[in-house]
């Protein structure tokens, strides 16, 4: 492609060093990750501990969302034009202050307003994401940008297992508290690693480099391309159904079997497992082969499946293994979701298109949990996993139209 005035220049680094960038951001997000794995499947009993009721709880997985839906296209658009280094850097550090900040949180109305803060400024995962897309050929985004979601997932076997170990729920609110010093601290090693290690991706902008465009304007162009704005959709879609669920699982997992926070942490871990499979060896593969909608589609399906599946699980032996078969639809979707993306747009853009698509996630996260703790308390405990298992449906439809409209803008373009 032509470079133009207006597109910042990669600093995509030469092959020999491509892997070893990739080894560096693959460290980071993991050790990241095992901190946000290891508080994630205890928020619903810590909210407990501070006498939270179940739409409270909701509103802390809401309140984080919030955040990341405003920061996700600030961080993205500002690393198009500052870097993905520096940006690394104040998110993963604002996640170390955020879990400081939860750990003494007086009461459930503090705990929600931490939550908020630490979204805003922990909403770096569009950033990652354009990092991979520097440093990677347009063919290998899918599989490369499984590897990262491996560090993520991997982060999900260590975290919950971790935080399985390290809570004392005999001891109440104090007994969560560690679990979540320890996440703060990895935070902490995470961002240490980005300065230590981590090289930049793109090339600082000049004086002479336009600005970054608005949120608005970055919208109406995602709007109007016809892959990102059905990706989007989808990721609407899916999300919500997702959110619900994860919300609401320890919640359900105990009213149903009578579980506590080490066996919802251990549940994850299956989860983490199956996901670091899926997404580091099988994701790409599959996406090479059938193409990066057709394996979205079957992804949202398979998840979709996942959560009937645990409505009906006869015992509770069988909701690790069904919700491993449910992970790995979740492996198959957010990869190829960046992917089509990525190799829909400008390499200028790919930051702010793909914090576009993380906006639109939180958006789900906002509004999904808050939904199914709705429907928790009101309707039934299975019934958060029904409705999000039917919204898999038409995201699986909505994946195969933004396929054809790959293929369509691919054969104007050429």
């Known amino acids: 492609m032509t470079q133009t005035p207006d597109t910042i220049p990669s600093a995509t680094p030469p092959a020999r060093d491509e ?21 994630v499947p205890l928020l619903p009993f810590f909210g407990q501990s501070l006498e939270a009721q179940a739409w409270q709880i909701a509103l802390m997985f809401s309140a984080y969302s919030l955040g990341q839906f405003f920061a996700e296209p600030f961080w993205g658009r500002l690393s198009d034009r500052i870097g993905r280094r520096p940006v690394l850097l104040i998110t993963v550090a604002a996640n170390a202050v955020g879990y400081l900040m939860l750990a003494f949180a007086p009461n459930i109305w503090a705990a929600i ?64 508290q560690l679990p979540i010093f320890v996440a703060a601290a990895l935070a902490a090693l995470a961002a240490v690693g980005v300065i230590v ?18 949120f608005l304007a970055g919208l109406h162009q995602a709007f109007a391309d016809p892959v990102v704005s059905r990706v989007l959709l989808v990721t609407l879609i899916y999300m919500a159904g997702f959110s619900g669920m994860e919300s609401t699982f320890g919640l359900w997992a105990e009213a149903r079997y009578g579980w506590g926070a080490r066996e919802v942490g251990l549940a994850f871990m299956a989860v983490g497992v199956v996901s670091v499979i899926g997404q580091a060896l099988i ?15 079957f992804g949202c399906l ?4 996942g959560l009937v599946g645990q409505v009906l699980s006869p015992s509770q032996e069988w909701v690790p293994v069904i919700m491993a078969f449910g992970a790995l639809g979740m492996a198959l979707t957010m990869p190829n979701v960046s992917a089509l993306i990525s190799r829909s747009v400008e390499p200028d853009r790919q930051g702010a ?3 576009l698509n993380m906006a639109t996630s939180s958006i789900a996260r906002i509004f999904g949990p808050i939904v199914a ?23 699986a439809v909505m994946a195969i139209n933004a396929g054809r409209a790959f293929v369509r803008k691919a054969a104007v373009t050429a």
């Open 373 to 395: 703790g709705a429907i928790f308390s009101g309707v039934g405990h299975d019934w958060p996993f029904l409705i999000g298992a039917m919204l898999t449906v038409p995201a």
């Open 197 to 214: 290690f981590l090289k930049e991706s793109r090339v600082r902008a000049t004086a002479e480099t336009p600005p970054p465009q608005r």
């Open 283 to 297: 994701a790409g593969r599959l996406a090479r082969r059938f193409g990066e909608a057709r394996v979205l589609a």
């Open 353 to 355: 298109m793909l914090g």
């Open 19 to 39: 892997r070893a960038a990739l080894a560096v951001l693959f460290a980071v997000v993991f050790i990241n990750l095992v901190g946000f794995g290891l508080v």
């Open 113 to 176: 307003a931490i939550r908020l803060f630490t979204g805003l400024g922990a909403g770096n995962i569009s950033t990652v994401q354009g990092y991979v897309a520097d440093v990677t050929p347009p063919d290998k985004r899918a599989g490369r940008m499984g590897l990262i979601g491996a560090a993520f997932g991997l982060g999900f076997i260590v975290g919950p297992g971790l935080g399985g170990i390290l809570v004392r729920e005999d001891l109440g609110r104090l007994g969560y």
């Open 302 to 305: 398979l998840f979709g499946a």
